[in-house]
């Protein structure tokens, strides 16, 4: 075996963002570390991590891939090496709970409220703030705000019940370790817009027709019927659509909801004839971007910072002046 062979062996065992931490970490470094899932992640961390640590400190996030990877690079520090609250884990709490309500971590991982950072994302007041400060939608009066706002309740609570037998047979793919390739999901083929209301597309009108489409998409073989009504209905007994969604499927729904109340403003607003221009396209590829930022910090989220990284900061810096 050639040194380069050894070299991608040893990468093969280590994960990759650990080993790009190794290479950035520096134990003088005003420096706060983490690990979190996905590209679009750190656009949702980043701001509210920022927003709480000193302006001389920084917050340096590392992209994992995946929920697993992340936990696989937790589970390969030695911690005797390093402080649990300078190094940070953050992964989506998916549908594990629901399947392992039992489920815990360490101390330095936190676990989303929903589904993934996009159930935290995908609220009515981010929605306002799309329409006013994306679709320059800002002539309306509180009572058409109030209304609108409303109406996407509505439609997202139509939308979550809807995609609910989707839900549960990923659920039941999850539980019995069944390959399914849910990117590949058109998720447009099943739901659309109609009069402003969320509905199901023509002929995938019924649960089994959605969950058939589903399998068409992914490559698994859908459940019994039986197996199906017995996981929705737990679904729902649990934390249930509100929650559990999962968190691309939201994003998508923001992404189209918006856009579609921008063009139908009219029926909303009085001041408009015509939508006003908006300031950028929104779109499924950028609306994490855009919106996290206009996000509100989960109390949850607020508190693990605190614990974590503002402890460390308050240690170091009491340390330092001891000296």
Request: aromatic share 10%; net charge negative.
């Amino acid at each position: 075996m050639t040194m380069l062979e050894v070299h991608a062996s040893a990468l093969a065992q280590v994960d990759e963002a650990y080993h790009e931490f190794l290479l950035r970490y520096d134990a003088t470094k005003k420096c706060v570390y983490g690990f979190v899932e996905g590209k679009d992640d750190p656009s949702f961390y980043r701001g509210f991590i920022e927003r709480f640590i000193p302006e001389d400190w920084s917050v340096d996030l590392l992209v994992s891939g995946n929920r697993k990877k992340v936990l696989d690079a937790e589970a390969a520090f030695d911690w005797t090496r390093f402080s649990r609250q300078q190094i940070a884990f953050f992964i989506d709490r998916d549908l594990v709970h629901f399947l392992q309500p039992d489920c815990t971590y360490a101390t330095n991982v936190y676990v989303t409220d929903g589904y993934s950072v996009e159930n935290s994302i995908v609220t009515r007041d981010v929605f306002a703030r799309l329409l006013q400060e994306v679709h320059n939608v800002i002539d309306w009066t509180e009572p058409e705000k109030t209304a609108l706002l409303a109406h996407f309740d509505a439609r997202l609570s139509e939308f979550q019940e809807l995609l609910s037998p989707i839900m549960a047979q990923i659920a039941i793919w999850r539980r019995d370790n069944v390959k399914a390739n849910l990117g590949n999901f058109d998720l447009g083929s099943v739901v659309r817009i109609v009069d402003g209301r969320i509905a199901s597309c023509e002929g995938r009108e019924g649960s089994q027709e959605k969950v058939d489409r589903l399998c068409q998409c992914t490559g698994a073989e859908a459940a019994s019927v039986d197996a199906q009504n017995e996981m929705e209905a737990a679904f729902k007994v649990s934390e249930g659509p509100t929650k559990l969604t999962r968190g691309k499927y939201l994003v998508w729904f923001l992404a189209l909801i918006t856009n579609e109340y921008h063009t139908k403003i009219s029926q909303f607003v009085q001041a408009y004839k015509t939508p006003p221009k908006s300031k950028l396209t929104l779109g499924v590829n950028n609306l994490m971007v855009v919106a996290a930022p206009r996000a509100r910090i989960p109390i949850s989220l607020r508190e693990f910072i605190e614990r974590t990284y503002i402890a460390y900061i308050e240690a170091r810096n009491i340390a330092a002046a001891a000296i």
